[in-house]
């Protein structure tokens, strides 16, 4: 991969697709383009996909933080699977694809505590080495503050 692809910070985070992070979480952190790479999904939520995200991050873009952001306020804590599933099925869709639907869309109950078992999953995860640094971060989705919690 080319150096231009490579994070002039450094760094990589994942947070939540929530479009109040738009512009928002990047003029909050000072990063600019070209200084970070973002994994965003529905709830920052720390799937496999975002392991080999970071994976490639790590070893070949030199990524040496990870920062995982969760937000107030957010939607998946609050998301109701049955009326996901009952769209899908009005639909023609098949939520039956997968034996545990809710754990397949990523339930979470609690921003902070989601985010703080991220942090665990990564820094207990044995694809990643001790010497990165994970940390986990909650925005206040109103204000702005940024407040370190794993």
């Not at 998946?76 to 639907?101: H, L, Q, S, W, Y």
């Amino acid at each position: 991969m080319g150096e231009n692809a490579k994070p002039k910070k450094k760094l990589a985070i994942v947070t939540c697709m929530d479009t109040r992070l738009v512009n928002f979480l990047s003029e909050k952190l000072g990063i600019a383009q070209g200084d970070a790479k973002v994994i965003k999904n529905a709830g920052n939520i720390i799937t496999e996909d975002v392991i080999r995200s970071l994976v490639v991050a790590v070893y070949l873009l030199d990524v040496e933080d990870i920062m995982i952001v969760g937000h107030t306020d957010c939607g998946m804590a609050a998301a109701d699977f049955e009326i996901v599933k009952k769209k899908m099925v009005e639909r023609g869709a098949n939520p039956n694809f997968t034996p545990d639907f809710e754990a397949w869309l990523g339930r979470m109950h609690c921003e902070e505590t989601n985010v703080v078992e991220g942090v665990e999953l990564l820094k207990n995860h044995p694809a990643f080495p001790k010497d990165i640094n994970i940390d986990g971060y909650i925005m206040d989705i109103e204000t702005g503050d940024l407040v370190k919690i794993a």
